[in-house]
């Protein structure tokens, strides 16, 4: 029986890549810094800390696989250190104490933030790559910069595979993620408004199954993004309406409004105490559209491409059976703080 050790086992890709590797019977260690309810009732061993652990690479001795998935992820300019170190030397971290347990294979959780967009908004592929300054923000920097580190550590002749997940959606996104809370504001009447911004959407459990995929037959030092459709904000909502009930929002913001009222959030108001609730980075890599191609994960590894619309269906199933809608919300109803996409 194989063993595999994952960081970021509590998030939402985290959280289903276990209970994909408990269905193929692979035994699970699971580093999280906290509690983990997404994991409650599954048969793991759980590993308290975070991926600076002193005794990391013990912890992993033994193991077929090590699965990187953690990683902080926010677009507040305070946090930028937070960001770059958790997930810049984070990820150092992570494969120096896999080359040291002697651990066969890596799979190293990177996104198509990593990757950035093309200028004329056609999708991309893993070939493709945006200039260092030319991707939005901190955290898409981190990500091209932890990418780094996985390539420079196959190039030491470490085995590492890199899977760039697009935007995930299903159940477990419990935090919720960027997409989770366009979702949660859609169904709780807060998303009167869109802006003209497209993604790739991906079955999180499709991301899951391409994880174990990756291991089990990507090549390694090479990057595989793991998408399906390409939709605009304005259909994923239109979608989410067919499948909850609710009336999608007809009303389309002009981009400068949410820049303005983020630009005076952040650089204004902040300044007197007064918590801004959109980021700029956030608006700004709303203006993009984020198209990508997972042409060569369904040739190479067999990545499954399940419907996109069941898997928002299975997310509004989720997130009200959870309770996430009957929740009070102290966010405003006007819902720009999650109009960009996280990948």
Not at 166 to 180: E, I, L, Q, Y
Not at 308 to 317: G, K, R
Request: hydrophobic letters at 45%.
């Amino acid at each position: 029986m194989r063993t595999a050790f994952v960081t970021g086992a509590s998030g939402f890709v985290g959280a289903n890549l276990v209970r994909a590797l408990l269905g193929r019977g692979w035994r699970v260690r699971a580093l999280v810094r906290g509690a983990a309810p997404s994991l409650d009732g599954l048969d793991v061993e759980l590993i308290r800390g975070d991926v600076f652990r002193p005794d990391l690479a013990a912890m992993m001795r033994g193991c077929d696989a090590v699965f990187h998935l953690a990683a902080a992820y926010s677009l507040w300019h305070r946090d930028r250190e937070t960001v770059l170190r958790a997930n810049v030397a984070g990820t150092r971290s992570v494969l120096s104490a896999a080359r040291a347990a002697g651990v066969p294979r890596t799979v190293h959780t990177s996104s198509v933030a990593a990757i950035g967009v093309r200028p004329d908004g056609a999708q991309a592929d893993e070939a493709y790559q945006s200039p260092l300054n030319d991707l939005v923000g901190t955290y898409k920097r981190s990500k091209y910069l932890a990418e780094r580190e996985a390539r420079a550590a196959f190039e030491a002749g470490q085995d590492v595979v890199i899977v760039n997940p697009t935007t995930p959606v299903g159940p477990w996104d419990a935090k919720p993620t960027p997409t989770g809370e366009i979702i949660v504001r859609f169904l709780r009447g807060r998303m009167p408004a869109y802006v003209d911004t497209g993604l790739n959407l991906i079955d999180v459990r499709d991301v899951a199954a391409g994880h174990v995929l990756a291991f089990e037959r990507g090549a390694s030092g090479e990057r595989y993004i793991l998408g399906n459709e390409n939709l605009t904000l304005r259909d994923l909502l239109g979608r989410l309406a067919a499948v909850s009930g609710r009336r999608a929002p007809r009303i389309r913001l002009p981009r400068v409004v949410p820049l303005v009222y983020a630009a005076l959030g952040e650089h204004v108001l902040a300044r007197f105490g007064v918590t801004p609730d959109v980021s700029l980075e956030s608006v700004r890599m709303a203006k993009q559209r984020m198209y990508y191609t997972a042409e060569k994960a369904v040739h190479e590894l067999g990545l499954p491409q399940s419907a996109v619309t069941a898997a928002l269906a299975d997310a509004v199933t989720w997130y009200r059976d959870h309770g996430y809608i009957t929740r009070d919300s102290s966010s405003p109803e006007d819902g720009w703080r999650s109009l960009s996409s996280r990948p």
